[in-house]
């Protein structure tokens, strides 16, 4: 694998947030960007637990890293952060940049199995195993074996999805901003399946968190979600979270393992993950320091 | 005067983020925006005291809004924040959209006295007195007898300037991120005085915070500046907080009136202003708060 190139670095909170890109196989050779916030804590006698945050539609691996008030927390408690871009860049297929919820800036951290997305659109594999394996190799001073993951709308469906398929052999606990929970019965989700997947809406249950936590019967789950009930998409039933909160409690998860929180007054942009983004941090300490 | 319209609001950490406009009768009856923070805590019987932020060079009322981690703070302090714009916008003064620092978005918080510049370029004006007065007129729940100011880069010059030239009857407090300290001494406040000033250079020590504070033998001041020394503008001898500081000194302001912390590592960025903000608001909040 190709090491990493440093694009840019800044001090904050004490730790330093670095950009690095790196030609990604997963993405068809494409050049993927991410960021990573390393707390001053971490060395390589003592490498830090890693919180992965995935974005939303629209945005880059800049955006929350800007926006979303997650530093303070990271260093406060030693956590590293790892913030991935949202799609392949630059893949060069007809229709990739013509709408803002599918192609650039929409890859729904799935593996497209539908030609001509297949080629570029492996966000999964992307995200799950080549990240850590690029940056491990980079020597960063981060263990991770010891990984939870966030994330915001499409993001809050990526992390939801990843640690239901992962577990805790790669993710010890998940949390979610106004997530997608339901993608199969919502249009942004019916979009994406149809366009990225063979199978279309039957495949993607595969990648839907309502419908992969019906299966987790007898698992102990760590999942926190917070969801405005301000927020337009909510509204608009793209969101749904209770259609999740329902098939959780079904599967027997109570609210010491699942626990949706819908907030009063938030609508779905930053200034409601900022609020939220602290305690969300500081609830993934939990499990990543026992 | 014009009531304000109401562009936007989003909650965040409990409180209400809005932007409004208002036709300016200082900026010469162009649009002005501003966003304004307001603590759940402020009502009309409990106003809550206000903080000013003054943005620097290419920004709108917007960047810090977003990127400058002042709410969580704020909000527990029960402090206000007015974010107003850094220019005039659409002046259609020749040249006014040419350099990053001249013109639109580098109004340099002081009335121009030159033309074709001083018939909309009064922001000294906007902020000191047209501001609080179109928010108090609007009842905004905000006790503008109780303000202090803050701001970054160039609006670090423009918060330190006010507070020298207004004094505790419209300030407690002054604080500043990275501030250009001495204008007259450098290359952006040379270029700003030239064009915006009749007098020039020589009139721009009337706007000097380093001149300022060299005639306020006497006063008690309260300062607080943080400047990092990983930034390139300090490097360029942009900001130049030694000068300030030593003017200070030989005014006979100690340690416990005037502080200038030159921070290790850091840059010109937000991430530098986020990682200090919190701690700005809360030794605002002693001045505010007593």
């Given at each position: ?36 916030f ?11 637990p890693v919180l992965y945050y995935l974005s939303g ?7 929350a890293a800007?926006?979303g008030n997650f530093?303070?927390a990271a260093?406060?408690e030693?956590i590293a952060l790892v913030f991935p ?24 951290y ?17 995200i ?19 990984a939870s993951i966030t994330g915001h709308s499409m993001g809050g469906h990526g992390a939801l999805t990843l640690y ?7 993710y010890k606990s998940a949390s979610a901003f106004s997530p ?29 968190a ?12 760590n999942i926190l979600i917070d969801s ?31 626990q ?12 409601f993950i900022s609020?939220y983004a602290p305690e969300h941090v500081r609830w993934h300490a939990?499990f990543l320091?026992?």
């Amino acid at each position: 694998m190709p090491a990493l190139q440093q694009k840019s670095a800044n001090k904050v909170f004490n730790g330093t947030l670095t950009k690095y890109s790196f030609p990604s196989s997963a993405l068809g050779n494409l050049e993927a960007n991410l960021n990573v916030f390393l707390p001053s804590s971490a060395s390589s006698s003592s490498p830090a637990p890693v919180l992965y945050y995935l974005s939303g539609l629209t945005c880059t691996e800049d955006n929350a890293a800007q926006k979303g008030n997650f530093f303070e927390a990271a260093a406060k408690e030693g956590i590293a952060l790892v913030f991935p871009d949202t799609s392949p860049r630059g893949a060069k297929i007809e229709g990739e940049d013509e709408s803002y919820d599918f192609g650039s800036g929409a890859g729904f951290y799935i593996d497209a199995t539908k030609d001509p997305w297949s080629k570029h659109y492996k966000m999964y594999t992307h995200i799950v195993s080549e990240i850590p394996a690029a940056l491990q190799e980079a020597k960063l001073p981060i263990d991770f074996s010891c990984a939870s993951i966030t994330g915001h709308s499409m993001g809050g469906h990526g992390a939801l999805t990843l640690y239901l398929k992962e577990g805790d052999k790669k993710y010890k606990s998940a949390s979610a901003f106004s997530p997608i929970c339901h993608p199969t019965a919502c249009p942004w989700g019916d979009k994406a399946f149809k366009g990225y997947l063979e199978g279309g809406v039957e495949e993607g249950k595969k990648h839907d968190a309502t419908e992969l936590i019906a299966g987790t019967k007898g698992k102990k789950l760590n999942i926190l979600i917070d969801s405005g009930l301000g927020d337009n998409f909510y509204q608009q039933k793209q969101l749904l979270p209770e259609d999740f909160e329902a098939a959780a409690r079904k599967a027997g998860h109570g609210e010491d393992e699942v626990q949706v929180r819908l907030q009063d007054g938030y609508d779905h942009s930053y200034f409601f993950i900022s609020t939220y983004a602290p305690e969300h941090v500081r609830w993934h300490a939990k499990f990543l320091k026992n």
